[in-house]
């Protein structure tokens, strides 16, 4: 299991990447947003293997904007 020095690590790692979304929307950079939720869900398996809850209201909002683009670009 990882030590508290490494879960604080990655918990900042992921806080980064979600405040890089929220910019990504507001700036409305769509495909910068669609690579930066990616990270952060990569960040999330990572901190789910040692442990860690990333399933905050935030990243399921993020997981719900990534579908959403998904689905528009399959109904191009």
């Not at 669609?34 to 442990?51: D, K, S, W």
Request: aromatic share 10%; proline share 1%; glycine share 4%.
């Amino acid at each position: 299991m990882a030590a508290n020095k490494e879960k604080e690590k990655i918990i900042k790692l992921f806080e980064r990447t979600l405040n890089n979304c929220y910019w990504y929307e507001k700036e409305n950079k769509t495909v910068s947003l669609a690579n930066e939720i990616g990270v952060l869900r990569g960040l999330a398996y990572a901190m789910e293997t040692i442990g860690l809850c990333p399933h905050t209201i935030s990243f399921l909002y993020f997981i719900n904007v990534q579908q959403k683009l998904k689905d528009t670009e399959v109904n191009k």
